[in-house]
T-cell receptor, first 115, second 112 residues
Framework: EAGVAQSPRYKIIEKRQSVAFWCNPISGHATLYWYQQILGQGPKLLIQFQNNGVVDDSQLPKDRFSAERLKGVDSTLKIQPAKLEDSAVYLC?????????????FGPGTRLTVT | DQQVKQNSPSLSVQEGRISILNCDYTNSMFDYFLWYKKYPAEGPTFLISISSIKDKNEDGRFTVFLNKSAKHLSLHIVPSQPGDSAVYFCAASARSQGNLIFGKGTKLSVKP
């Protein structure tokens, strides 16, 4: 079974530029998450999708971050414009169901550096 | 305000000995707890979990203990192996919500 795929693996941009990350979850997984992991911290949830609907985006900085999950499969996360403090690893995870009890499977992450 | 706390940033253990990683939480709504292991340049991988209705769960060399009254859980690795060297994250969720709250992680180094 293929795991969660993410691209690109690394990205360097200048502040005020825009960037997009892509995630392909495990086949059949209805729930998809985007996390931000700043160096020295644990992953912090940005947004949670159930199929193509948003379940929780309370911690997404909506003035600059946006995410979509068209057709309930792949997802993209966009930052526009980027700030220095957005430098982090962006992790995508998927899970088969909505309720807790099933573990989340993480992709390798995209390391973003904003200069 | 951190709801999940891992107060030890690092831990060094000799190969063959026991590794004990600790985690505290503050939210009494949490009813499901997980440990993830992370190697450099990889995403976290699931290790072991425990529901709040249990106080112990064992899987091979890994055992998680939950003390609900103290809002504390621990991960025991016996015996520790050099391949266990990684960052370990404690995570918690309220089953009704499903999203995970992570601690900051503990870097475990197992020395041969």
């Amino acid at each position: 079974e293929a795991g969660v795929a993410q691209s690109p693996r690394y990205k360097i941009i200048e502040k005020r530029q825009s960037v997009a990350f892509w995630c392909n979850p495990i086949s059949g997984h209805a729930t998809l998450y985007w996390y931000q992991q700043i160096l020295g911290q644990g992953p912090k949830l940005l947004i949670q999708f159930q199929n193509n609907g948003v379940v929780d985006d309370s911690q997404l900085p909506k003035d600059r971050f946006s995410a979509e999950r068209l057709k309930g499969v792949d997802s993209t996360l966009k930052i526009q414009p980027a700030k220095l403090e957005d430098s982090a690893v962006y992790l995508c995870a998927s899970r088969s169901g909505l309720a807790g009890g099933d573990e989340q499977y993480f992709g390798p992450g995209t390391r973003l550096t904003v200069t | 305000d951190q709801q999940v706390k891992q107060n030890s940033p690092s831990l060094s253990v000799q190969e063959g000995r026991i590794s004990i990683l600790n985690c505290d939480y503050t939210n009494s709504m949490f009813d499901y707890f997980l440990w993830y292991k992370k190697y450099p340049a990889e995403g976290p991988t699931f290790l072991i979990s425990i529901s709040s209705i249990k106080d112990k769960n064992e899987d091979g060399r890994f055992t998680v203990f939950l003390n609900k009254s103290a809002k504390h859980l621990s991960l025991h690795i016996v015996p520790s192996q050099p391949g266990d060297s990684a960052v370990y994250f404690c995570a918690a969720s309220a089953r009704s919500q499903g999203n995970l709250i992570f601690g900051k992680g503990t870097k475990l180094s197992v020395k041969p």
